[in-house]
């Protein structure tokens, strides 16, 4: 059972940045296939990013093209998100989950969620 547990949201000005971290309690965390999603008040839940269990391959939705980053060291069983020039349309708890070796962008595929960090961004 793999158990997952998100740090370092906050309230930041727009235009700021934020590193997210997600931290796995177990070495098999190399296996998994590691994506974040967000959740904004009476929205649904929606795909931010991913990264492949090598950490080879990385995707972003448009919105995070270009200011987000998403990354993984295997060594410290930790994937994570750095945010920059974020914008008050970011502001969601934001929710790092795991899926064994499967490229998916659908919250269903996940098998295992955080539980959350919230980020607030001010304008």
């Known amino acids: 059972q793999l158990q997952l547990v998100e740090s370092g949201g906050g309230l930041v000005q727009a235009g700021g940045s934020l590193r997210l971290s997600c931290a796995a309690s177990?070495?098999?965390?190399?296996?998994?296939?590691m994506a974040w999603f967000r959740q904004a008040p009476g929205k649904e839940r929606e795909f931010v990013s991913r990264i492949s269990w090598t950490g080879g391959n990385t995707y972003y939705t448009d919105s995070a093209k270009g200011r987000f980053t998403i990354s993984r060291d295997n060594a410290k069983n930790t994937v994570y998100l750095q945010m920059n020039s974020l914008k008050p349309e970011d502001t969601a708890i934001y929710y790092c989950a795991a899926v064994r070796r499967r490229i998916s962008t659908t919250p269903r595929d996940y098998d295992y969620w955080g539980q959350g960090t919230q980020v607030t961004v001010s304008s």
């Open positions: 177990e070495r098999t965390f190399s296996n998994y296939d």
